[in-house]
Nanobody
Framework: QVQLKESGGDSVQAGGSLRLSCVAS???????MAWFRQAPGKQREVVAGIRTSVGDTFYADSVKGRFTISLDNAKSVLYLQMNSLKPEDTAVYYCATSLWGDGALSEAREYTYWGQGTQVTVSP
C-alpha cells in the first residue's frame, strides 16, 4: 500500500524559510513526484515536480528561484526547500507520486497517490 506522509509545515513571517518533507512507503522506483498546494477558496495548483529516474524538474512560475524540489532516493523522501516565503504562499501543501515516469510533471491527473497535506502559513 503506497503511503505518503508530509511534514515540516509551520507558521513563519514573510521572508522566512521552511523545508517540507514527504516520506514515501509501500513501493519502490516511483516514476515522478511533486508538490501541490491549495489555498482557502482556491483551486489546487502545482508547485514543483521531479522525475525520479532522469531528475528533470518543473517549477510553477510563482515559485521559481525561491523553491527547490529534491529527492533522496535511498531514503524515499521528497523535499521542498522554500525560501523568501510570501503571504501568498500560504496553503496546505500536498505530496503526490506516480509509479509512471512519463507524462507532464505539472498535471495533477498524472499522480495517483497523495498525502494528507501539511499547512504552511506566511504572515506579512
Amino acid at each position: 500500500q503506497v503511503q505518503l506522509k508530509e511534514s515540516g509545515g509551520d507558521s513563519v513571517q514573510a521572508g522566512g524559510s521552511l523545508r517540507l518533507s514527504c516520506v514515501a512507503s509501500g513501493y519502490t522506483n516511483g516514476g515522478k513526484m511533486a508538490w501541490f498546494r491549495q489555498a482557502p477558496g482556491k483551486q489546487r495548483e502545482v508547485v514543483a515536480g521531479i522525475r525520479t529516474s532522469v531528475g528533470d524538474t518543473f517549477y510553477a512560475d510563482s515559485v521559481k528561484g525561491r523553491f527547490t524540489i529534491s529527492l533522496d532516493n535511498a531514503k524515499s523522501v521528497l523535499y521542498l526547500q522554500m525560501n523568501s516565503l510570501k503571504p501568498e504562499d500560504t496553503a496546505v501543501y500536498y505530496c503526490a507520486t506516480s509509479l509512471w515516469g512519463d507524462g507532464a510533471l505539472s498535471e495533477a491527473r498524472e499522480y495517483t497517490y497523495w498525502g494528507q497535506g501539511t499547512q504552511v502559513t506566511v504572515s506579512p
